[in-house]
């Protein structure tokens, strides 16, 4: 079925497919929409996706199709205060990957604000993240869990580097037993330098502490008084 033209003043149109409502409210794939536009593809018990945001465009990296959002602006101007792109990274048949890229506006100019990477990376601040999350600036976290898949695993590690190529830092690692070890980086080298157990013991040099504070070394314990 063809219009040539717009639909105005209308009581009901309905069709297999599509229904206009005197409200204003379109549907598809219902004859009930409860909002402006209601698309509905139903399958129980499975994810279905009824619309879809295309750009068909001559397959190229760096290829995008997105969604925006406008509001008015004070002066009744249309502006968007974000947006959200779907980014082609890899255009191989058969090999083919994308990114995601949630945009905002700040001070007039929309900028990248998170990106999601075909590799699962999540980037704040940066559209390069080179670990499962990276944030350039500032972060404030309440809480932190370090996280193991066995009891004899050593992973689960909160570090801080300076930065993310290369070569130095610091970070305390889930050890074994419920123990915290303090440990240095240094070209691409973890070396344990003090070890919490769970006691309460301390050690310096040991990873088995026997007393509140353990020290094993050759220069155990150098202490000068000015």
């Known amino acids: 079925v063809g219009i040539g033209g717009n639909i105005t003043d209308v009581t009901n149109l309905t069709g297999a497919s599509l229904v206009v409502l005197s409200t204003g409210n379109v549907g598809i794939g219902t004859t009930a929409p409860s909002t402006t536009l209601t698309v509905n593809n139903p399958s129980s018990g499975a994810t279905t996706f009824p619309i879809a945001v295309a750009n068909f465009g001559t397959g190229a990296v760096s290829t995008a199709a997105g969604l925006t959002f406008h509001v008015f602006d004070a002066l009744g101007q ?5 947006d959200i792109q779907g980014i082609v ?3 191989t048949d058969g090999s083919e990957a ?6 905002t506006r700040s001070a007039g100019t929309l900028g990248d604000s998170v990106i999601i990477k075909s590799n699962g990376n999540v980037g704040i601040g940066t559209t390069a993240p080179g670990v499962k999350l990276e944030v350039n600036g500032a972060l404030i976290v ?5 996280a193991r898949a066995a009891v004899s695993d050593t992973v689960g590690t909160l570090g801080l580097r300076w930065d993310n190529v290369a070569n130095y830092g610091i970070g305390f690692r889930n050890a074994i037993n419920g ?14 330098m003090v070890r ?3 006691s ?18 050759a220069d155990a314990l150098n202490t000068s008084f000015a």
């Open 78 to 82: 249309v502006t968007s205060p974000g």
């Open 89 to 91: 990274t890899t255009i």
């Open 98 to 103: 994308g990114d995601l890229l949630f945009r």
């Open 142 to 146: 309440d809480d932190i869990i370090f």
């Open 179 to 192: 123990d915290l070890a303090l440990d240095t980086y240094n070209n691409d080298t973890w070396r344990e």
């Open 196 to 198: 919490f157990r769970q």
């Open 200 to 217: 309460g013991n301390v050690g310096i040099g040991t990873t088995g502490p026997l007393a509140r504070l353990g020290i094993v070394g």
